[in-house]
Antibody, heavy 119, light 110 residues
């Protein structure tokens, strides 16, 4: 059973950079699946951030592309998210997930981590 | 304003059936598979339906999905109080080059 666990600071200052890591267990990040980040502002819906393959190939949501970097560390079986120049609008629960065998569905999710942007 | 349109809320009595609609366009639902997610209060989304109508292992057959043209529908039969949750549809949008979701539908089991 694949499990994902997000970690990182719960508070980030405005104009700073949000950094999160997703540790994958019960499966290899170097398999045939892509890996993704999704966020959910408090009381609102889901927003796709982007995805990465173990080769390092990435796809980003055009609405966030200028500020997002997703990277992978195969040796640690984890992948990471960096979001720069954050504002209060970036306050959200951030989820990491595995992309299914065919595009686009997400079959395993982490529990999520709340990141608040505030001074 | 979400790219995919869902009703904000639906309700039905225990044991009854409910359907949740998800409306899109040719750039998303019309030409791509749809998935559905259940989000219980305070928890992460859970995959219910993928590729329009397939259920992952462990999802009861009370949950079903269908797609016609640019719309998709999630059906839930034999409603239980434990089904009270937010439900989201999702798919790829070829024009936006992004995964898009509906705004979510809150299901109340009266």
């Amino acid at each position: 059973q694949v499990q994902l666990q997000e970690s990182g600071p719960g508070l980030v200052k405005p104009s700073g950079t949000l950094s999160l890591t997703c540790a994958v267990s019960g499966g290899s990040i170097s398999g045939s699946n892509w890996w993704t980040w999704v966020r959910q502002p408090p009381g609102k819906g889901l927003e796709w951030i982007g995805e990465i393959y173990h080769s390092g190939s990435t796809n980003y949501n055009p609405s966030l592309k200028s500020r997002v970097t997703i990277s992978v560390d195969k040796s640690k079986n984890q992948f990471s998210l960096k979001l720069s120049s954050v504002t209060a609008a970036d306050t959200a629960v951030y989820y990491c997930a595995r992309v299914g065998a065919t595009p686009y569905y997400f079959d395993y999710w982490g529990q999520g981590t709340l990141v608040t942007v505030s001074s | 304003q979400s790219v995919l349109t869902q009703p904000p809320s639906v309700s039905a009595a225990p044991g009854q059936k409910v359907t949740i609609s998800c409306s899109g366009s040719s750039s998303n639902i019309g030409n791509n598979h749809v998935s559905w997610y259940q989000q219980l209060p305070g928890t992460a989304p859970k995959l219910l339906i993928y590729e329009n109508n397939k259920r992952p292992s462990g999802i009861p057959d009370r949950f079903s999905g269908s797609k016609s043209g640019t719309s998709a529908t999630l059906g839930i039969t034999g409603l239980q109080t434990g089904d009270e949750a937010d439900y989201y549809c999702g798919t790829w949008d070829s024009s936006l080059s992004a995964v898009v979701f509906g705004g979510g539908t809150k299901l109340t089991v009266l």
